[in-house]
């Protein structure tokens, strides 16, 4: 009797388990839809390499947006430290 009962759970968690998952997947996959998915924002892969080694290189995607906004980011962080370095006790 206890060997059919769990037989029968399998089953019922076999045969439902599938059809549940398949539901909320499509669902999350349009939900998660990111930005730069679309053709007018093109994911770009580039190449840098890691300090202090000959060999390993790190490669990073983002769309051009996350590029340009990256960019940017970094402009204004040296424009800081140059003008912070100015700004010392004299």
Same mark, same amino acid.
């Given at each position: 009797? *206890?060997?059919?009962?769990?037989?029968?759970?399998?089953?019922?968690?076999? #045969?439902?388990?599938?059809?549940?998952?398949?539901?909320?997947?499509?669902?999350?996959?349009?939900?998660?839809? *990111?930005?730069?998915?679309?053709?007018?924002?093109? #994911?770009?892969?580039?190449?840098?390499?890691? #300090?202090?080694?000959?060999?390993?290189?790190?490669? #990073?995607?983002? %769309?051009? %947006?996350?590029?340009?906004?990256?960019?940017?980011?970094?402009?204004?962080?040296?424009?800081? %430290?140059?003008?912070?370095?100015?700004?010392?006790?004299?």
């Amino acid at each position: 009797m *206890k060997k059919f009962a769990l037989l029968a759970l399998v089953v019922v968690f076999a #045969i439902g388990t599938p059809a549940l998952a398949k539901g909320p997947a499509a669902s999350e996959r349009a939900a998660e839809k *990111k930005p730069g998915m679309d053709q007018a924002d093109p #994911i770009e892969c580039r190449k840098f390499q890691e #300090i202090g080694s000959r060999l390993k290189i790190k490669r #990073i995607c983002m %769309s051009r %947006s996350e590029w340009a906004a990256q960019a940017r980011e970094d402009r204004m962080n040296i424009e800081r %430290s140059q003008v912070a370095r100015g700004l010392g006790p004299t």
